[in-house]
């Protein structure tokens, strides 16, 4: 996936917004004033998303381990290696994973990756903050 392709899906997502406090690089990505997404194209296209904690173990696992059972959001089985796939560069390793965007991760996978992301933060959003977004969830 290209930076252009990248960033019209994650600007999909309602209320996303697009802003740059660090500079030029990187990208991030917001929701209700909270980040779902990070992405820097120097020098490799990377992405950081939070994932649950248990899935982004799993994915980080499938890298070491070429026989590893994953799980895809939508709680189907695939079996596959994800060695792009290393915990959040300067965030918090539980919840946050960065992904090298590369032939090894799929367009399909990655767009369910960044839904993820956009869900969990979305719900810990305050619910007057997602009234105001018009997402009442």
Same mark, same amino acid.
């Given at each position: 996936?290209?930076?252009?392709?990248?960033?019209?899906?994650?600007?999909?997502?309602?209320?996303?917004?697009?802003?740059?406090?660090?500079?030029?690089?990187?990208?991030?990505?917001?929701?209700?004033?909270?980040?779902?997404?990070?992405?820097?194209?120097?020098?490799? +296209?990377?992405?950081? !998303?939070?994932?649950?904690?248990?899935?982004?173990?799993? &994915?980080?696992? $499938? /890298?070491?381990? %070429?026989?590893?059972?994953?799980?895809?959001?939508?709680?189907?089985?695939?079996?596959?290696?994800?060695?792009?796939?290393?915990?959040?560069?300067?965030?918090?390793?539980?919840?946050?994973?960065?992904?090298?965007?590369?032939?090894?991760? +799929?367009?399909?996978? !990655?767009?369910?990756?960044?839904?993820?992301?956009?869900? &969990?933060?979305? $719900? /810990?959003?305050? %619910?007057?903050?997602?009234?105001?977004?018009?997402?009442?969830?």
């Amino acid at each position: 996936m290209k930076l252009a392709t990248l960033r019209k899906l994650l600007l999909s997502h309602p209320g996303a917004v697009e802003d740059h406090p660090f500079g030029a690089e990187p990208h991030v990505y917001k929701v209700g004033g909270r980040m779902f997404a990070l992405v820097s194209a120097d020098p490799r +296209l990377t992405i950081t !998303l939070k994932l649950e904690p248990w899935h982004g173990q799993l &994915l980080r696992d $499938a /890298g070491e381990n %070429r026989n590893a059972v994953l799980l895809t959001c939508h709680g189907a089985a695939e079996t596959g290696q994800h060695p792009s796939v290393r915990p959040g560069y300067h965030m918090n390793k539980e919840h946050w994973n960065t992904i090298t965007i590369d032939r090894h991760v +799929l367009d399909e996978e !990655l767009a369910d990756w960044i839904d993820e992301s956009y869900r &969990l933060v979305i $719900a /810990g959003l305050p %619910r007057v903050r997602r009234q105001a977004l018009g997402l009442g969830i």
